[in-house]
């Protein structure tokens, strides 16, 4: 039996604990709590500060920590009947079981990308990968001079929701070499540089003719937006893992 849900009255706005507020990201979505209708900051924290008294009495905890916490956050949302968004990427294997023994107690939502355009972004990838028979596939992203981890896990995601419309895809990571593309291989490229908030783009190249689905963003607001939206959406489920396709409505392939 897990934690009981810290409750809402008809008024009351949900409180929200941000994690690793002092970060781009974190920064963010404080700002724009400012002037939410549903919810409102209860508590920002990095990694100095102590969680559990941070975390007592929030509806949602929203975790954009790097490198990721979840193996310490995760088991204080469980106890507390918090709800659990977390942004972070690069999870460790630890991280991912907190997560699912969290989810039994708490709902808990993990998403290596909360913005709603990249969401609607991978099912357009599932459904042309699907369809595109044959065609290769391969993935370019680029990012701020800042941005440690490459490929980084949007690309990574898109990937997995092109193996979910053509599963015989395998990752390749990176290209290089002097080898031949394989059948079905699937590749990785990664620029960093300026202060460019995030682009992706999936290419499908045929013969004579090439697809290409991309994504841009223009300001970092799109994250924390996305991440305001999931916590609204997630603290009204039961216990359970979830992710932005549950958010969107997309029905699993």
């Known amino acids: 039996m897990g934690a009981k849900a810290n409750t809402l009255t ?3 706005r949900a409180k929200v604990v941000v994690v690793g507020a002092a970060g781009r990201m974190g920064r963010r979505v404080v700002s724009l709590l400012a002037d939410h209708a549903t919810l409102t900051l209860g508590r920002a924290f990095d990694r100095d500060d ?3 008294a941070a975390i007592a009495g929030s509806h949602v905890v929203i975790d954009f920590a790097a490198p990721a916490v979840s193996a310490r956050i995760a088991p204080i949302c469980a106890r507390q009947g918090t709800a659990y968004l977390v942004a972070s990427t690069a999870l460790t294997r630890d ?6 023994l969290a989810s039994q ?6 998403a290596a990308n909360l913005s709603i355009g990249v969401n609607v972004l991978a099912e357009l990838v599932s459904d042309a990968a699907a369809r595109l028979a044959g065609f290769d596939v391969e993935i370019a ?3 701020h001079r800042h941005k440690r981890d490459a490929p980084s896990g949007t690309a990574l995601a898109l990937g997995a929701a092109a193996r979910r419309g053509r599963p015989t895809l395998k990752d390749a990571l990176a290209r290089q070499g002097n080898a031949v593309r394989a059948d079905d291989e699937m590749a990785y490229a990664a620029m960093r540089g300026g202060d460019v908030a995030g682009e992706h783009t999936v290419y499908f190249f045929g013969e004579g003719e090439r697809v290409e689905l991309t994504h841009r963003a223009t300001t970092p607001d799109i994250f924390a937006r996305g991440a305001l939206i999931a916590a609204a959406w ?3 489920k039961p216990a359970g893992r979830y992710t932005m396709r549950d958010v969107l409505g997309f029905t699993a392939r």
């Open 234 to 236: 997630l603290i009204k």
């Open 10 to 12: 008809v008024s009351e």
């Open 95 to 100: 991280d991912e079981t907190a997560l699912d």
């Open 105 to 110: 107690s708490v709902p808990v939502l993990q």
């Open 141 to 143: 992203e680029i990012h």
């Open 50 to 52: 102590d969680p559990e």
